[in-house]
């Protein structure tokens, strides 16, 4: 054996490009604010999703045509900081237009922004950046306007339990008009609802404090003061006690008529809280009077979002409860009569990502036209993330005009890409519309993502980990788990994401690791002809894996070699166990990689016909300077193969190798050098295949590098001239981010002089990206 290639050399990263970030978990939308309704157009905020995965700014029209993102919130760079805000919970203000609204988190400190933006998306100006302190933080309410002057709360800060604001719509003179004194005092605690105004006296509602005298004291507070920040009153303090009282917890902002103030407290009905209850309550204070108590049954539960009121009818939802116990609309008059459930909201239980039909818990109010009101559902939908619907006043008409779900990002892309022509195919192991993975769609350029499927983590299966292979216009891949047996996947679905279709759902477990033919195909397909070859990471009767083919419609399911049970008291066999790769086709001879087993217990290469009539070991690892534990693929030139195998060499780190494909002359090309810390200056632990050009090879490392975080490299075929093209950064914040991703897991591809890849964390929504490099 020939240790080779033991002199590294660096090139510099300025080459390497972040081509795609992957949004990953962050793309949910949660569209927790209400809609505001003008000129025939809606305009709305979402929580999550947007370019930066911290939310957006939209308008739409109300038969959901011509929805467009006004503004992207920017992605947070050093924990939950960024330069405009994040998360904004509340309903947007419309002046002229110009709209005014707030953020929940973000900004130079992370506690939140007031911020103005045009109705055509230009001028977005952050007026005021909360600091957390005397000031406040972590306004989650809607702001109101009196002339050019801006009156809303701040859920936290001041005194750590919030405070009443002004400011101007320039974004000068920011006043602080109260500071709550919190749980124990009169005042209230924890403001989470805007305010209302009528002269020169704003009113609104503490979730907590005050001095409540029931079951649950500081239960919240109803108050008043003037535009100055003085004459602060209490106009009624929530008792919080059982059964038919006043409720406990506003947290909704109130709605003025006249000299009436309506509102809802939002605990639910159960043995031990307060029922959620809708009020009303005279601007003096006087008069406090409940309307209706909530069951928390077909009526709803947990009343978060503002009333709407027409003539004497309000309109309001319920966030839970209901028939579907996903959230009801509902209508009440004035007087406390004539209670109606307009709508209930489907259930989501038992959904793998919470899916419905029409959508699940509307936190936010509605907003009325004509007969018709709108609103938004922060979850269900057709992916579990989100919509915004529509409802007739009389509850005779229900309509969903916006599905979120619509191009909902992937997370942490292990396999490598397919491309063709200008555009890469490939998976993601989780995220997606259901959490579960998706098949995706992407340009070289970066533009055009399109997400083709997402797994529903049923029978389709879940969690995509193997590269997809290409033939004319459909692709196939296996799902390591999932489908009806919960023991993975072979499926097929055409490039433009029609026609998704299950090949094969591998068999039930008779205990934790045996079946018949296979579980956990981890790895990617080899196409020859209009048969599949595959492999299952573990099943089988012995527990230890599998080979199988199938036809590509489907039929034909074959078994083409069971790995052997392990010798007993050892991890040892003759042919391996565990083949996490996928197989190279040569003829009617597949070759592949057993991470573990084999006469020394450390992985083998293997050869198999393509009937599985002739199965042959071509090597066994020993765990010394050839390698141990191969996860990779090989790669075949001429009568050569080429691999990498994850653990041993001299140092621990891994090896690439070379092997004939009868199995003589096996050759250690290069052994990665010793982690001290976990770095090193060319990579550790490889698990991709290789890649040839001429007489080079390309590969990445997952780990090692002077990071820890990986490398993509280059060696020649006879194992000289190592270089480390690049080398994945420091995940830096709380999301793990960084430029270009990390890990890297998957093998690169080649087109032009550039080499693509994918990295399954990192990136700056830290769900991984697809990266080039160019050597």
């Not at 002229?96 to 929940?104: A, I, K, P, R, V």
């Amino acid at each position: 054996m020939l240790a080779a290639g033991m002199v590294t050399s660096f090139v510099s990263a300025q080459t390497t490009s972040a081509v795609y970030a992957f949004t990953g978990a962050y793309s949910k939308s949660l569209p927790y604010g209400g809609l505001i309704l003008s000129g025939g157009v809606l305009y709305g905020t979402t929580s999550g999703g947007g370019s930066g995965s911290t939310g957006t700014v939209f308008k739409i029209n109300p038969d959901g045509s011509g929805k467009s993102v006004l503004h992207n919130f920017a992605s947070f760079v050093n924990g939950p900081t960024n330069s405009d805000g994040a998360k904004p919970h509340a309903s947007l203000l419309l002046s002229g237009s110009t709209l005014y609204g707030t953020t929940s988190a973000g900004g130079s400190s992370g506690n939140g922004t007031i911020f103005s933006v045009n109705t055509d998306g230009t001028g977005f100006t952050v007026l005021y950046t909360f600091t957390g302190g005397s000031d406040g933080a972590n306004p989650f309410s809607s702001l109101i306007l009196s002339g050019s002057t801006l009156y809303g709360t701040a859920s936290l800060g001041g005194s750590g339990y919030g405070t009443v604001f002004s400011i101007s719509t320039s974004g000068s003179g920011f006043t602080v008009l109260h500071t709550f004194t919190g749980t124990n005092g009169a005042d209230g605690a924890y403001p989470m609802g805007g305010l209302v105004l009528s002269g020169s006296t704003l009113y609104g509602t503490a979730e907590e404090g005050g001095v409540g005298q029931g079951l649950f004291y500081d239960s919240g507070t109803v108050f008043s003061l003037s535009t100055t920040g003085t004459n602060f009153t209490v106009l009624h303090t929530f008792t919080g006690g059982t059964g038919g009282s006043d409720g406990a917890n506003p947290v909704a902002t109130l709605v003025l008529s006249g000299s009436t103030l309506y509102g809802t407290t939002s605990i639910e009905d159960n043995q031990e809280a307060p029922a959620a209850t809708i009020f009303k309550v005279s601007t003096s204070g006087t008069g406090f009077t409940v309307l209706y108590s909530f069951t928390g049954g077909n009526d709803g539960a947990n009343p978060t979002a503002p009333l709407v009121l027409s003539g004497s009818t309000l309109y309001g939802t319920a966030s839970e409860g209901g028939s579907g116990d996903s959230g009801t609309v509902f209508s009440i008059s004035t007087s406390g009569t004539g209670f109606t459930v307009l709508y209930g909201f489907s259930s989501t239980s038992g959904k793998p990502g919470g899916e419905n039909s029409d959508g699940a818990n509307p936190n936010a109010g509605l907003v009325l036209s004509g007969s018709t009101l709108y609103g938004t559902a922060v979850n269900g939908g057709t992916g579990g993330t989100g919509t915004l619907f529509s409802v007739s006043t009389n509850g005779g008409s229900f309509a969903v005009f916006h599905d979120f779900s619509t191009g909902t990002g992937g997370d942490d892309p292990v396999a490598a890409l397919v491309l063709s022509g200008s555009t890469f195919y490939g998976t993601t192991y989780s995220g997606g519309a259901y959490g579960d993975g998706a098949v995706f769609k992407v340009n070289t350029d970066g533009s055009g993502y399109s997400t083709l499927y997402s797994f529903t983590g049923g029978n389709d299966g879940s969690s995509p980990a193997g590269t997809l292979i290409l033939s004319g216009s459909t692709l196939y891949g296996a799902a390591s788990i999932g489908g009806t047996n919960d023991t993975g996947t072979v499926f097929s679905i055409n490039t433009d994401g029609s026609s998704f279709t299950v090949l094969h759902s591998f068999a039930s477990t008779t205990n934790e690791q045996t079946n018949s033919d296979g579980i956990f195909p981890v790895a990617g397909l080899a196409l020859s002809g209009s048969t599949l070859y595959g492999s299952a990471a573990s099943g089988g009767v012995h527990g230890n894996g599998t080979l199988f083919s199938v036809n590509t419609n489907g039929t034909g399911f074959t078994l083409l070699h069971t790995f052997s049970a392990y010798a007993s008291g050892t991890s040892t066999n003759s042919d391996g166990a565990s083949p996490e790769a996928g197989l190279t086709v040569s003829g009617s001879t597949l070759y592949g990689t057993a991470s573990e087993g084999g006469s020394k217990g450390n992985g083998t290469v293997f050869s198999v016909s393509t009937s599985g009539t002739s199965f042959t070991t071509l090597h066994n690892f020993t765990g010394g300077s050839d390698g141990a534990n191969p996860f990779a693929g090989l790669l075949l030139s001429g009568s050569t193969l080429y691999g990498a195998a994850e653990q041993g060499g001299t140092n621990g780190t891994g090896t690439l190798f070379s092997i004939g494909t009868g199995g003589s002359g096996f050759t250690t090309l290069y052994t990665f050098s010793p982690l001290v810390s976990e770095e090193n200056s060319d990579g550790a632990g490889p698990l991709a295949s290789l890649i040839l050009s001429g007489s080079t090879l390309y590969g990445t490392t997952p780990n090692g590098g002077t990071s820890g975080n990986g490398t993509a490299f280059s060696v020649s075929t006879s194992g000289t001239g190592f270089t480390t093209l690049h080398d994945f950064g420091t995940l830096s914040g709380n999301l793990g981010s960084n430029h270009y991703g990390a890990k890297p897991q998957a093998a690169l591809i080649l087109s032009g002089s550039v080499l693509y890849g994918t990295a399954p964390v990192g990136g700056p929504y830290s769900s991984g990206t697809v990266y080039s490099v160019t050597p």
